[in-house]
């Protein structure tokens, strides 16, 4: 199970490939691709994103789930999409919501 | 301190517009990624795990109060209200918006600061002593050649593009706290029999993956020769450094490859060619850039000492303050106060907008408006009346900067680590919070004396770990952070690179591994004033492997 991520243009700010297209602030609510095809596809639609300035290197990332939760399966995915380990009060741990990108 | 002339305010200012320019280009969609990055590089801006990073020079690590209060506006506004100052006396921030960049970079101008050349192929902002043109022990001030060198670096339009990045610090004392013989150029500037200064030159130091102590290639380099030969040096590099491997492309590999005699030729011939052209210094001009750096008129009167003799009697944190954070002063009645960015348990080199207003209000009121950054990740006030210490420390404390630890296990350089950087492997800060809280206590501390411990999270090195008589690599190993530790690296004028003990250590087990050296190290010392790096160079590595490790 992998998801494509990337960090936001504008702001820098640590995003995934959603659903239904957008880019999403939180993992929760990232697209899982699950298949070859939909793999490529987020893949396209990464380099379109790029393409368009939304967004800046983007990459796949390995997904594994945990306790019913997905979680990254490298620890510098892990921390990307918590924030810093030493400072829980900043990065997207430190938040209560969080809008879609 | 220097201030900036009509020309080097234009240049700055030119230099924000441009990157204006290039941010807005970027957004419309004028400028690919790929060509945007190089340029964002070459005015100090990363991306890196969670943001953007900006990295702010702070030129031979010298600001003033204004300054510092424009660090701490940035932070507030901008970032999320820290900083982060580093081992080559910069400033980072973690948080920006790229779109916001541009007029930050436009406010650090106003007062006269930049992030030009803290990033790419090229000679970076130069280092130096933090404690030039106050300690007792220095021959001369080195930071007027630091600015010298400052000027003619700047935008150098034939060393732009550089094999690889290119580092220089300088020191003015005998004992080496700017870490020279790890730098790309190392200058140490001396005086010879008749009272003429130059300059011990050192090539082809450096740390990251292939640790290299610097080698000297000039006893004596007349002052008046500086840019001559640091040019000839750099025309060397240019021409022979490999460009077709990043990792041999430093100036290290070159001496390293070519060998030091040849290499010293090649920089002899080139010098002979350009050493009487317009690079040659004159003294006028050495004269007055010096002007910039005169001391301040210093007014100690008889009965100061007898003010911070009577307070560090009524005070056993002041006492603990003045014997580790207190460094000799040339002038006397004087003293130059580290001001601790290590508190326990928290992040080297970390420090609020709150924190950095207080160093400026202080700075401001008791010393001659100075403030210095060290590459061990301090602030420092470099002239301040030793009467004033109590009142200094007491405001410190209250702003919780008022470790005694400068020099102590707990004073520990580390990098930013896997919780900001993209290039780390591993954490670094965590390490060395834990290990701070592990010898916390201040008797213990003091016990254990001088010893300098620095982490780096990958083997690009940015923590020095090479060079600390306790250094701690962290790498990752099948998805795990894991820590080599090294021991006996320095980095002052005996400098040499540590050694790999043994196998590493998980993230869990790091610090109980730290512990063990420590206290092997404390049961096997001669005396307690035989500090660990002597200790090791004594006896070696094998009592720490056993204590490591076992003896089988």
């Known amino acids: 199970m992998k998801a494509l991520t990337a960090n936001r243009l504008i702001d820098g700010e640590v995003v995934?490939?959603?659903?239904?297209?957008?880019?999403?602030?939180?993992?929760?609510?990232?697209?899982?691709l699950e298949t070859p095809e939909a793999v490529a596809e987020a893949e396209a639609a990464g380099a379109e994103a790029e393409a368009s300035r939304l967004i800046v290197e983007p990459y796949l990332i390995d997904l594994t789930r945990e306790e019913g939760e997905i979680r990254p399966v490298r620890f510098r995915e892990k921390i990307r999409a918590r924030g810093p380990t030493v400072r829980p009060d900043l990065g997207k741990q430190a938040r209560r919501e969080v809008s879609a990108a | 301190m220097y201030r900036y002339d009509e020309f080097d305010a234009h240049f700055v200012s030119a230099r924000v517009d441009q990157f204006r320019d290039q941010v807005q280009r970027r957004l419309a969609g004028d400028l690919t990624e790929e060509q945007f990055k190089p340029l964002r590089l070459m005015n100090g801006v990363y991306l890196q795990l969670h943001a953007y990073m900006l990295r702010?020079?702070?030129?031979?690590?010298?600001?003033?109060?204004?300054?510092?209060?424009r660090l701490a506006h940035v932070a507030r506004t901008y970032d999320r209200g820290y900083g982060h100052f580093t081992t080559r006396q910069n400033i980072q921030f973690n948080w920006p918006r790229l779109k916001d960049i541009p007029e930050i970079l436009s406010q650090l101008a106003e007062v006269e600061m930049?992030?030009?050349?803290?990033?790419?192929?090229?000679?970076?902002?130069?280092?130096?002593?933090?404690?030039?043109?106050a300690a007792a022990d220095e021959i001369l001030d080195p930071r007027p050649y630091a600015e010298i060198l400052r000027q003619w670096s700047s935008l150098h339009p034939e060393f732009s593009y550089l094999p690889r990045k290119f580092k220089i610090a300088v020191t003015g004392a005998p004992h080496d706290r700017a870490a020279v013989q790890v730098h790309d150029i190392g200058l140490q500037a001396v005086r010879d029999a008749d009272g003429n200064v130059g300059f011990r030159v050192f090539v082809g130091g450096g740390l990251g993956r292939t640790p290299m102590v610097g080698r000297l290639v000039r006893e004596f380099l007349p002052e008046a020769d500086l840019l001559a030969y640091s040019e000839a040096i750099l025309r060397v590099y240019n021409r022979y450094g490999r460009r077709d491997n990043k990792y041999k492309a430093r100036i290290k590999i070159l001496v390293h490859e070519t060998g030091l005699e040849e290499l010293k030729a090649d920089i002899e011939a080139e010098f002979a060619e350009i050493r009487d052209g317009v690079l040659k210094?004159?003294?006028?001009?050495?004269?007055?850039?010096?002007?910039?750096?005169?001391?301040p008129a210093f007014v100690a009167a008889d009965?100061?000492?007898a003010v911070l003799e009577a307070a560090i009697a009524a005070d056993p944190q002041l006492e603990a303050f003045a014997a580790r954070n207190v460094h000799p002063h040339r002038?006397?009645?004087?003293?130059?106060?580290?001001?601790?960015?290590?508190?326990?348990?928290?992040?080297?080199?970390?420090?609020?907008?709150?924190?950095?207003?207080?160093?400026?209000?202080?700075?401001?009121?008791?010393?001659?408006?100075e403030i210095r950054v060290s590459h061990e990740q301090n602030l420092v006030l470099p002239h301040v009346r030793r009467r004033d210490i109590?009142?200094?420390?007491?405001?410190?404390?209250?702003?919780?900067?008022?470790?005694?630890?400068?020099?102590?296990?707990t004073d520990i350089i580390a990098c930013p680590g896997l919780d900001y950087c993209a290039l780390a492997t591993a954490r670094s800060i965590p390490v060395a919070q834990r290990i701070s809280e592990r010898f916390g206590s201040p008797e213990r501390q003091r016990e254990i004396g001088d010893l300098k411990i620095k982490i780096s999270g990958c083997i690009n090195a940015c923590g020095h770990h090479h060079v600390g008589h306790i250094g701690i690599l962290g790498v990752e190993k099948k998805g795990e952070e894991y820590y080599q530790i090294t021991l006996g690296g320095s980095a002052d004028e005996n400098t040499s690179v540590g050694e790999i003990i043994g196998r590493g250590f998980s993230y869990d087990e790091v610090v109980d591994a730290?512990?063990?050296?420590?206290?092997?190290?404390v049961g096997l010392r001669e005396t307690p004033q035989e500090d660990f790096l002597a200790a090791y160079r004594r006896v070696g590595d094998q009592p720490f492997k056993e204590a490591l490790y076992g003896t089988a």
């Open chain 1, 16 to 32: 995934w490939l959603g659903r239904s297209g957008q880019w999403v602030e939180t993992l929760a609510s990232a697209w899982l």
């Open chain 2, 56 to 69: 702010i020079a702070i030129p031979y690590g010298t600001l003033n109060a204004v300054q510092m209060r």
């Open chain 2, 114 to 133: 930049h992030a030009i050349q803290t990033s790419g192929n090229c000679i970076r902002n130069v280092t130096a002593d933090h404690f030039s043109g």
């Open chain 2, 281 to 295: 210094l004159p003294a006028s001009e050495i004269e007055r850039i010096t002007t910039y750096f005169d001391p």
């Open chain 2, 303 to 305: 009965g100061d000492e």
């Open chain 2, 331 to 369: 002038a006397p009645g004087y003293a130059s106060l580290t001001i601790s960015l290590k508190p326990i348990g928290k992040a080297p080199g970390d420090a609020t907008a709150e924190q950095m207003e207080v160093v400026a209000d202080l700075a401001e009121r008791y010393g001659h408006d």
């Open chain 2, 390 to 409: 109590p009142a200094i420390h007491a405001a410190l404390v209250e702003a919780g900067l008022g470790e005694a630890n400068a020099g102590l296990v």
């Open chain 2, 514 to 521: 730290i512990e063990k050296v420590v206290d092997t190290y």
